[in-house]
T-cell receptor, first 114, second 117 residues
Framework: NAGVTQTPKFRILKIGQSMTLQCTQDMNHNYMYWYRQDPGMGLKLIYYSVGAGITDKGEVPNGYNVSRSTTEDFPLRLELAAPSQTSVYFC?????????????FGSGTRLTVV | AQKVTQAQTEISVVEKEDVTLDCVYETRDTTYYLFWYKQPPSGELVFLIRRNSFDEQNEISGRYSWNFQKSTSSFNFTITASQVVDSAVYFCALTGEENNAGNMLTFGGGTRLMVKP
């Protein structure tokens, strides 16, 4: 049981480039989330999804896009990368909201935009 | 809007000392859930506990204990007889109806705990 898998683990982008951060879960969870963690800060929600075909904005969605074509996958797209998007990105999932055993987080993707 | 405040940005203790990490929250919801996560130097997020707003009983798990007080909107975390392996950043987080249907977590800024041998 792999849980939540994020790829890549590290990436350096040049300003203006685009990329997709991949997130896959094998627990048949309905809810999936993308957070970013800036240095020395807590996590902030970028986008979330409550099921396939349904996505919604979180606290800091500007500069990002998501899709949820399947239950398992929830990719995060960065268009026109900017230095302000340098951060660690975490994908998370849960069977339902506020789960008793907590949300399951991936190991993170460290992105640097130069 | 919901808010979680961890006023202690960094705490340093010597091994075997007890240490309490503070968490204060704000919410208009009557039903809400509080979480603690540990982020060791390796970077992953490790779930420690979930508490719902109707359960004010304190919780103890080995050297860890949690004190939930609705009257002061606090959910503090105590590590007894700290060990070097407890060195990490600890996050308090909150979700509830105000966070809409997605039950997304609102995180505090985290407390970095350093336990010295």
């Amino acid at each position: 049981n792999a849980g939540v898998t994020q790829t890549p683990k590290f990436r350096i982008l040049k300003i203006g480039q685009s990329m997709t951060l991949q997130c896959t879960q094998d627990m048949n969870h309905n809810y999936m989330y993308w957070y970013r963690q800036d240095p020395g800060m807590g996590l902030k929600l970028i986008y979330y999804s409550v099921g396939a075909g349904i996505t919604d904005k979180g606290e800091v969605p500007n500069g990002y896009n998501v899709s949820r074509s399947t239950t398992e996958d929830f990719p995060l797209r960065l268009e026109l990368a900017a230095p302000s998007q340098t951060s660690v990105y975490f994908c998370a999932s849960s069977l339902a909201g506020a789960p008793v055993d907590g949300y399951t987080f991936g190991s993170g993707t460290r992105l640097t935009v130069v | 809007a919901q808010k979680v405040t961890q006023a202690q940005t960094e705490i340093s203790v010597v091994e075997k000392e007890d240490v309490t990490l503070d968490c204060v929250y704000e919410t208009r919801d009557t039903t809400y859930y509080l979480f603690w996560y540990k982020q060791p130097p390796s970077g992953e997020l490790v779930f420690l506990i979930r508490r719902n707003s109707f359960d004010e009983q304190n919780e103890i798990s080995g050297r860890y204990s949690w004190n939930f007080q609705k009257s002061t909107s606090s959910f503090n975390f105590t590590i007894t007889a700290s060990q070097v392996v407890d060195s990490a950043v600890y996050f308090c987080a909150l979700t509830g109806e105000e966070n809409n249907a997605g039950n997304m977590l609102t995180f505090g800024g985290g407390t970095r705990l350093m336990v010295k041998p």
